[in-house]
Structures are given as C-alpha cells and as structure tokens.
C-alpha cells in the first residue's frame, strides 16, 4: 500500500511539475497579453517533434538546447505575424485564432512527421534506476525530469523577482499601459513574453516526449488539461497554477493508481446489483476508469462555486 | 417593399432547398445535401450563441451529440416496436433533449460570458465526451450505436428508404428551424441577447438581467442542436462519440466563424463552403485539414466578419453603382493570387506524394526532377511579388468605388 | 410632497477605506435634487449604490418605501428608477433606434419574450422614434451608435435612460466633456424631458446646477455636509469652506 502510494505521489510529481512548465507559460501569456493561447499545448509537441528529429542526427543533448529555441522562435513570429494582426478584432477573435492555430499546428506535424508515433528515446546516459524502493524502480530519466523543472521554475522565478525585464514584466502584468506611457517598449515585451512561454513549452515538449510518447495527438492529451489548471489556478496566477498544476498531476496519479470503485462503495453499503440493471456501467465504474474526467470536473466545479478560481483576482 | 423583398428572400431560400437534389442528383451530391441541410441547423444554432449572445462556446457539440444519441435511442425503440410513430418527429426528439441538456447546463454556465463561459463549455464538453466513453451501455462505447430508420409507421406512403427522401425531409426541418431562428431574433430576447453582447452591464440598468438573457438563448441554441443531431441520427442511422466532442465543438466555430458570425447568413454560407469542403477535397487530397487549418486562419486574420461580411462590405459600392470599377482590380490581384495558392499547394502536394508521376491540374509533374521544383518555387515567389505588388492599386480602385460623393452623412 | 427615494444611514467601505460615511438623504417626488461635491467626495459610488452596482456595507436605501439596497440593478430599474453613467455606456453595435428601444422594452411588459415579434410592435416603435425626436436623433436612427459624435453619443445615453418612463431618473455629469453650446442644448433638452419626474443630478458647473435644481446636498468626503434650496447653499459657511478650499487646492 506504502509502495503504492509513494510512486504515485513521485509519478504525480513528474506529471505536476512538467503541467506547471507548460502552464506557467501559459500564464504568463494570459497575464500580459489578455489571451488565453488555445495552441500552447502545440507547441510543446512541436518541441517533441524538434527534439526527435535532432535526436536523430545530433543526440538528445543537442535537442535539449536547441529545440525549445526553435519554438521560442516560432512563438515569437506567431504573435509578431499573426496575433498582433488579430488583437484589433478583440478578445473572442484571439482565443478563435489560437485556437485554428492549434487546429493547423496538428496538421502541419501529421504533414512533416506523419500520423504515426515517433520513437523518440531518452539518452542511454539516463538509461537506469535512480533507485530501487519495495522492489520498484525510480528511473533516473524521470529524476531528470523533476530536476529540470524545478531548476527552470528557480530561474523563472529569479528573472521575474530580481532582473529589471522582470520587474517590467511583472509592472506590464498590473497596469500595461503605465508601462507603456514609461516609454517601455510594450509589444516587444509581448514578443519577447510569448517566445520565452512557448520556449517553455517546447522544452516541456522535449523531456516529455521520450516518456509521454511523441505523436500527434499528444497536444490535444495535454493541451486541455492545461487549460484547466490555468483557469483552476486563477487566471494570471503563478502560485495559483503551480499549485493546481500538483494539484492535479497528484489526483490524476492518485486516481490511476488506486484500485476502489463504485462496487466497493456499494458492498461498503450493503447494496448490490445484477449485471443486467440498466445502470450497470455507473455501478462498475472504477476511480482509473474516471481518472481522466477528474480535471474537468474540477474545473466545471470552481468555476461554478468560485469563477476566479483558486488564487485568482480577476475577474473577466 | 421591404415586406416583399424579405418574403422573397425566404421563398428563394425555399425553392434552392427544394430544387438542389434536381441538379445535384448522384448519390455523392445527395449525400452532400444531407449533410448540408445538418451542417447549417448547426451553424446557425452556433451563431445564436457566439454572434447574436457573444458567447464563445468549445463545447455546442454537446446539446447536438446528446440530441443525435437519444434520436438514434429512439429509432431502436421504434424498431422494437416499444413505441409507435413516424421517423418524420425523431428531429424533435433530437430538440427536446438539446433543449434539456441546455436548460441543465446553463442554469450555472451563463452567470458570465467571455473566457469564464469559454472553459465552462470546455469542461463541460470533455466531461461529456469522456463520460459516454466509459458509459459503453447507453453510448456504445468507440464503435457508437446504429438504428434502422425504416421502421414505424409511413408517413404519407414514405418510408424514407432513400436518401432522397431524407433529404426532403431534412430541407422540410431546415427550413423550419431557419425561420424560427430568424424570427427569434426580431423578439425582445433575440434583441436583448444582442444588447447583453455589446454591455452586459447597462442591460442589468435597463431592467434585465444578463445571465436570464443568456441563459434563453442557451437554451434555444441548445433546441436548435438538438434538432440538428437528430437530423444527423436520421441521415447515417448512426452516431458516436466523435459527434459529442471536441472534434465537433470544433468544426462548428470553424463553420460559424468563416461563414461570418455578425450576419443571420453568415453560418449558412460557412457550413455550405465548410460541407464542400469537407466531401469533395477530401477525396482529391489526404492534405485537406491542411488547408482548412489555413483557410480557417487566414480568415481571422484578413476577414474578421467572415465570407459574409466580406460579401456586406460591397454593399455601398452596390448601392453607388460603382462595383464594376472594382472589376479589373480584383482581377488584377486575384490571378496572380490564385497562381499564388496553386503554385503552393503543388509544392505541399508534391512533397507529400509518393508516387514516380504526380497529376495535378491535369499536367503531368515528376516530383524527383529538381527542374520540376524550382519551376514551381519560381512561380511561387513571382506570383506572391505580383499580387503585393497589386494590392496597392486594389486599395486605391477600392476607395474610389466607395467615396460618398457628397457630405450625406458627415453632418447633421 | 411625499418621498420617493430615502437613504438612511448609508456607508461603503473599499477595503479598509471608507468612502460612503454615513449618508442620510430624503428626496420628494416630483423634485429636481443636484449633488455636488468636490472630485472623489463619493458622488458616483452614491450612484452605484442607489443603482445596485453596489453593495452598501450598512444602512438602507428606500426607493418607493420598498428596501432596494444590495439589490441587483435589474430589479431596483424595474421598479421604476433609471439612470445615466458619467463615462457613455451604450450598446455601441446596435443602432440608434435599438439602443431606445431596448431600454423600452422591460417598462412596456415585454420581458424576456420570445413570441412577440419586436417589427409588428407598432405602439413601441413610436414611442421609440419619439423618444429619438426627443433627443434630437432621429435622423440617425439607423446609425451604429458606437460611431456617433460625442454629444450625440451623450444624448443616447440620456435617452436610454429616460426612455423607460422612470419615475425616479438619476444623471451622473450629464454634460460632462461638452462644448459650451453644447451644454445649453443638453440642460434643454433634460428639462424638457424629466418635466414632470423626479430628478437627480452629479454635475460640476455650478451655473447647470443653480439654474436646474430645486435642491442641492453637498457630499464631502463621504459625507452629507448641508442639503437645502440653492440660495442658502450659497450662503452656506461649510460649504464654502468645503468648496472654495478645494478650488483653491486644485487649481
């Protein structure tokens, strides 16, 4: 039962941190720009699909640098080209865009890559056990992984606390056009903001890749998913999305791994039914089975009780 | 005269559903107009949310989805014979559980518009797509449920064997809902629901409250799905998951949004562009999603109101009698435009193409010469400078067409 | 005269600021009641408050004898009170006639209707076209409201607000960033079309204020300082304290 539940909490910690890369990106996005970016999650996939084809001719290593570049890049085009021509038309018109962005990012990777999985490996270098605990072990890869986040959110943090672009960024967030009649340049803020979140996103997209299995719908598994911690969280709150981002790697890990249903809660309750009631798929479900509706539900739930979400302030 | 002119629109909208199936009549094009008559319900029921309420909703496939399962539900009922009517009401059926679904959901999701409503509908739309997944008993799980649509009494000697026959059936249902879609927004809710999208707060102050507003029109959009679902559930006797989700959710913005969402026929135009799309490229490219990614795109960015506000914006050089000023110029851009967009598309198709010989627009391409490929990258670069190079006399040309000759409406 | 709207005891606190401290106010049916005060004294959040956009902290507001205080705005307007903003608050994509007629619709029993088809409502529509003839707009009823010129944009935002037929109509700086001449024709214009109706005013030119009101409550800092007939206002020590100092810290 121990077992259990420390490689579920260490598994949920994996999912949480690489969540909270994708969304503190997302946020950031969201708390400067107003926008809601639809297509992060595609460009964490691109990351994956950038890293594998480095992988292929350089090595992982190589991928690891320059992938999240590229997509900083791309990123950083995007709002230049597309979505700075989009703001004009307003709020609704941004979150359609991004979200035909997202719609076209998919096409384009089944067009370059194809529809098929790629095998995108993690480096032999990490091929072993970190450790071995009740007979289990802990992949060193998956120790990588936790590493590299939170040394991320450290230089996150130290750049948004302690650097003057930081300082902008954070004033930019509260009252953008203060910042602006300053005589900072806000859309190169922007810019820059939205390369650095979709960077984060790629290099998401390249740690996750070898684990999560790189194909091309690997966008759509995660991209909701951070939506809803973004919006759980609080939109435009850091500390709210770190937390739900746990939060919800946590439940999810939580859920797969346990083994109740709804059939112990009935015999719990003295009650049973036959295979034939109508209901039957209600009273054989299991928490695995729902594990994947837990976020969903949850957001549907704080935004009915608490539109804000958890640490949130505004209110749109 | 206005009378008559708005009839007459009405009485053309009839007649081109009555006589499509007479010039379109293999069973592709049939098959098509099935598909057009459901795809434009949809639209239009889309747009009562997200054009005329300002509510952008990712999950409207919901109320169509629950409305497709039950009508298909209904038609199992009818084959064993549990109950007794004609196939020719399933589409109410389809409406009533739209509207049941909606009248639940909105009770809590209209409190806000704006991204507060955007992810309760996503929510909501994942939550219910993944539910009917692990409910495999009434959903069907992966593979869906299917129905028999010949069962039940005749409707005046019809058993709607034929796609045919659905097909009238279906321009009958369309037609109806169009109008009551179009009437509902000449009533004080319609008009209301656009009120509440330009300031949901001076409604409150003018004695309405926002969220009741929103939540009528969630509530007939919700019908309005419905009836489309069952519509759908009639046409391919049956339905899956994949009619539920995002997928779904999807496509509608998609057609509301190219069609152009300030317009009452704005979805009309989207779901028949995003229909003939859908049935006739697919079967000339396996790149099409491709192409719709762009299109779709390419339209936020350049006609923010959609093909229909791009057909409004001639309105005043119509009314001047100066569109055919506009003539040349259009023609001046728009070859080198198009020249543009082929060149293009032979390039994406050639580099996906497997094949020794490559046909396309009838010539004959070898996608292994190199000689091929730089013909086309020439003709791609070219024609991109040719058409920048028109845009400025387009815009002139454009203008003049629309200069208002005197101070009509400067002053007052 | 009998009262219609009363405010008793009144306060609102932002946090730990108070910016309502305790307001008690009467007025009578059927007057012409200004409120001025120096900028920030609370006037507008007064508004919000009377109006429902907020909550207060304490006290009660009666409007028609009936408590309306943390009320929501839909109920408190169809109760029969109605009122402007200072900063336009129009439906800008909706045209002119629609912009009135909306503002009509709750008062004439419509509702929220979804069988009544708003063309064939001939009754409406002419009380609509004579509340734009009213406000001078008639020639621009089918314009986007949001493309008007800013006076014009004003005189909507009145005619919103007195198209309903309210008994009680509250105006917030009614001829706020108008020319002159301008100005004179929108004081016309509100005389001509509260005649009869109570009426309440923020506005800051003093010579609109003594010329319109029957009545002036001044409001400092979250406090009523003196409520009475013009010509004692102006003879009024506290407020002249109250007024002039801030004039002379301002300027």
Not at chain 1, 86 to 103: I, Q, R
Request: net charge negative.
């Amino acid at each position: 039962m121990l077992e259990v539940f420390i490689f579920a909490t260490l598994n949920g910690l994996v999912t949480g941190l690489l969540l909270f890369m994708l969304a503190s990106g997302l946020t950031l996005i969201f708390s400067m720009m107003g926008v809601l970016n639809f297509a992060h999650a595609s460009f964490y996939m691109l990351g994956a699909y950038f890293a594998f084809s480095i992988s292929q001719y350089i090595g992982f290593w190589a991928g690891l640098i320059f992938a999240p570049l590229i997509v900083g890049v791309l990123g950083a085009l995007v709002e230049r080209y597309g979505l700075r021509r989009v703001h004009k038309s307003g709020h609704v018109a941004e979150l359609v865009f991004t979200f035909g962005l997202a719609f076209l990012i998919e096409e384009i990777i089944q067009f370059v890559w194809g529809r098929d999985t790629k095998n995108y490996q993690y480096p032999d270098l990490l091929d072993f056990p970190l450790f071995t605990l009740f007979g289990q072990e802990f992949s060193a890869y998956r120790g990588f992984m936790i590493a590299i986040s939170i040394g991320i959110f450290i230089c996150l943090y130290r750049v948004l606390t302690k650097s003057r672009i930081g300082i902008i960024i954070q004033a930019a967030i509260t009252h953008p056009n203060t910042v602006a009649n300053l005589g900072h340049n806000v859309p190169l803020v922007f810019m820059g903001v939205f390369g650095v979140g979709t960077a984060l996103a790629g290099l998401a997209g390249v740690i996750a890749g070898p684990v999560l299995t790189t194909f091309p719908g690997m966008a759509a598994v995660l991209g909701s998913i951070v939506f809803v911690i973004v919006v759980i969280g609080g939109l435009g709150s850091l500390a709210g999305a770190f937390i739900a981002s746990l939060l919800i790697g946590l439940l999810q890990s939580y859920a797969i791994a346990s083994d109740v249903g709804m059939a112990d809660f009935l015999n719990l309750i003295g009650v049973s039914f036959e295979r034939s009631h109508p209901l039957n798929d209600l009273w054989t479900l299991t928490l695995p089975q729902v594990a994947p509706i837990l976020p969903y539900l949850l957001l549907v739930l704080v935004l009915v009780f608490r539109p804000t979400g958890l640490l949130g302030k505004r209110e749109e | 005269m206005g009378l008559i002119k708005k009839l007459s629109v009405w009485i053309g909208y009839l007649v081109a559903l009555l006589v499509a199936p007479l010039f379109f009549d293999s069973i592709l094009a049939i098959s098509i107009l099935n598909q057009m008559t459901i795809a434009i319900i949809f639209a239009l029921s889309y747009n009562m949310l997200l054009g005329q309420g300002g509510m952008l909703s990712f999950g409207h496939a919901v109320y169509f989805g629950l409305g497709g399962f039950l009508a298909v539900h209904a038609l199992i009922l009818i084959e064993h014979e549990t109950v007794f009517f004609s196939i020719t009401f399933i589409p109410a059926i389809g409406g009533i559980i739209g509207l049941l679904a909606a009248v639940f959901i909105g009770s809590f999701s209209t409190r806000k518009a704006g991204t507060v409503f955007a992810m309760i509908s996503l929510g909501i739309g994942e939550l219910v797509a993944s539910s009917s997944l692990i409910f495999s008993d009434f959903f069907g799980g992966e593979a869906g449920i299917s129905g028999d649509r010949t069962f039940g009494p005749l409707f005046f000697g019809f058993d709607f064997a034929q796609n045919i026959e659905i097909y009238y059936l279906s321009a009958v249902w369309v037609f109806i809902a169009t109008i009551f879609m179009y009437l509902f927004t000449q009533t004080p809710a319609g008009r209301m629901a656009n009120a509440v999208r330009e300031n949901p707060e001076r409604a409150e102050f003018i004695g309405y409250s926002a969220r009741k507003v929103r939540f009528i029109s969630f509530c007939a959009s919700g019908l309005f799905a419905g009836i489309a679902g069952g519509l759908f559930a009639l046409n391919y006797e049956f339905i899956t998951e994949e009619n539920l989700n995002a997928i779904t959710s999807g496509r509608v913005l998609l057609m509301a949004y190219i069609g152009g969402l300030g317009y009452f026929i704005g979805p009309i135009i989207g779901a028949v562009i995003l229909t003939l799309m859908n049935s006739l490229l697919s079967n000339y490219s396996e790149l099409w999603m491709l192409y719709l990614g762009i299109m779709f795109l390419l339209t936020v960015m350049f006609l923010p109101k959609g093909f229909a506000g791009f057909i409004m914006m001639h309105q005043t050089a119509w009314v001047k009698g100066s569109l055919k000023q506009l003539a040349v110029p259009y023609l001046i851009t728009g070859i080198p435009a198009l020249l543009f967009s082929t060149a293009c598309v032979a390039i994406i198709e050639m580099s996906a193409s497997e094949e020794e010989v490559f046909h396309y627009l009838g010539m004959e391409l070898n996608p292994h010469s190199i000689f091929t490929w730089v013909i086309a990258i020439i003709i791609v670069v070219a024609s991109f400078y040719a058409t920048r190079r028109s845009l400025l006399q387009l815009a002139n040309a454009w203008e003049s067409a629309n200069e208002i000759p005197d101070s009509k409406d400067s002053e007052s | 005269m009998s009262i219609i709207l009363s405010l008793n005891n009144v306060r609102k606190n932002f946090g730990a600021t108070e910016i309502i401290r305790g307001v008690s106010l009467d007025i009578k049916r059927g007057e012409k009641h200004a409120i001025i005060g120096p900028n920030g004294a609370g006037k507008s959040t007064l508004y919000h408050l009377i109006s429902g956009r907020h909550n207060v902290t304490s006290g009660t507001i009666k409007f028609k004898d009936k408590e309306i205080q943390n009320k929501p705005p839909f109920e408190i307007a169809r109760l029969g009170l109605a009122r402007s903003f200072q900063v336009t608050n129009i439906f800008p994509r909706l045209n002119v006639f629609e912009n009135i007629r909306c503002a009509l619709l709750w008062s004439n029993d419509y509702r929220y209707s979804f069988w009544h088809l708003l063309g064939k409502q001939t009754e409406l529509n002419e009380k609509a076209m004579h509340v734009l003839e009213q406000i001078g707009l008639k020639d621009k009823a089918l314009y986007p409201s949001g493309e008007l010129a800013y006076a014009q944009q004003r005189a909507l935002e009145l005619g919103i607000a007195v198209a309903s037929d309210a008994e009680l109509i509250m105006l917030d700086e009614p001829v706020a960033g108008m020319s002159h001449s301008e100005a004179e024709n929108a004081v016309e214009l509100i005389k001509r079309i509260t005649q009869g109706k109570t009426l309440i005013m923020v506005e800051h030119d003093m010579n609109i204020v003594f010329d319109v009101a029957d009545r002036i409550s001044v409001l400092v800092y979250g406090e009523l300082i003196a409520t009475d007939e013009p010509k004692n206002i102006r003879a009024n020590q506290k407020v002249q304290e109250a007024y002039l100092g801030e004039v002379a810290t301002s300027a």
